[in-house]
Nanobody, 120 residues
Framework: QVQLVESGGGLVQAGGSLKLSCAAS????????MGWYRQAPGKQRELVAA???????NYADSVKGRFTISRDNAKNTVYLQMGDLKPEDTAVYYC??????????????WGKGTLVTVSS
């Protein structure tokens, strides 16, 4: 089994910054893509940013230029540096990891989420 543990959420004023971290552990053979998703109250979960093992990144239009995703392959950890935060960034942020488990099964693991609240 694979576990993802997020940290770094909290309350911040508009215009402020936060950095989220997510560490993956367990029966991991290889992680291909790691990403951050978010879900605001009453809305569907959406992709915020993703990064491949080789470092290619993808961002939602709403966060381009404000958020930066990075990862440490040796530590199976992904980060999300969030800047110029806006009240509409308020959501529960979930970490996702896709790859292969040691059992050779496909891995699509999720963390439990961390709450980010941006006050105006």
């Amino acid at each position: 089994q694979v576990q993802l543990v997020e940290s770094g959420g909290g309350l911040v004023q508009a215009g402020g910054s936060l950095k989220l971290s997510c560490a993956a552990s367990g029966s991991i053979f290889r992680i291909d893509t790691m990403g951050w998703y978010r879900q605001a109250p009453g809305k569907q979960r959406e992709l915020v940013a993703a990064v491949t093992r080789g470092g290619s990144t993808n961002y939602a239009d709403s966060v381009k230029g404000r958020f930066t995703i990075s990862r440490d392959n040796a530590k199976n950890t992904v980060y999300l540096q969030m800047g110029d935060l806006k009240p509409e960034d308020t959501a529960v942020y979930y970490c996702n990891a896709q790859g292969v488990e040691t059992s050779w099964r496909y891995m699509d693991a999720w963390g439990k989420g961390t709450l980010v609240t941006v006050s105006s």
